[in-house]
């Protein structure tokens, strides 16, 4: 019947993780859904089967979409929307090869990245991690003028490592809301006059931005070209008793490096939301009282997630409506 045909000339997509109820809703409405009831990551023989079975992969970055699980030829996929802006787990150049689109989320989650920076940042300084696990444990033996020393934030100097829309929201929130002096590095020329508003510095190299910063907080995008930015050779030319702040990609730092430099207590802390190869987190992070780590929560927020999924609603349709398509990156 008439429904039937209307739902089968749909195009077919496949959701690979739950999203908010509210986006879903649209998705089944407009498209030909598969939803992953059971919101385990698919496995990658699953996802290289979708190639072949939807129109449109919906994946998230807990999906790793190599080169390997791209066809050869005549893939059925014509668009993958990921949810999410960063797109390092998804390979580009197998994409461009297959003409198959690729977009992301840009903007919606800048805000709620840029406030994990910031309570990351904050946490580590002011030692809050470690007194809230001494208070649960029962441990604390009240106030005295030596307990729990951390560093004062407010007019210190923050680095940050690419200047996006989630490092410009950060600078902001360091300058305007803590006084604090922001260098920072990237890899093109911020305009002038936008580096002024933010009370910052543009300084021509990476090692410029560790040599002055207090904090450095990343934020360029991970993938090959940034594997490791943040190495042994890096984590020594940071200052003595500087805070390094993850809210990036996992595979900016070199995780082992990070760890010698937080036992070695050339780095005082350390503020991580992402992780090279999560959700696992190496015991040599989860041991040391100096660092906090959160489960990847920078667009964790009700009205982000939402604002995140509608955007892809957003590509998909423009895609099969054959408009332009807002977000594409391929
Ligand atoms: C992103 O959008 O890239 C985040 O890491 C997940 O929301």
Redesign the pocket.
Known sequence: NGIDRRRLMKPRIIVTRRWPDAVEHILAERFDTTFNRGDAPLKPIELKAAFQAFDAILP??SDSLPASLFPESDSRTRIIAN?????SHIDIDAARAQGIVVT??PGV?TDC?ADIALSLLLAVARRAGEGERQLRAGEWAGWCPTHMIGAKVTGKTIGIIGMGRIGKATAKRAHFGFDMDVVFYNRSKVDDEETRAMGARQLPTIEDVLAEADFVSLHCPGGAANRHLINAERLAAMKPGAFLINTA?GDVVDQAALVAALESGKLAGAGLD?FDGEPVVPEGLTRLENVVLLP?L??ATEETRVA?GMKAVDNLTAFFDGKEVPDRVV
């Open positions: 998230t970055v949810y999410g802006v960063g797109f992301n989320t989650l990245t990609r992402v990847h920078g667009s995140m």
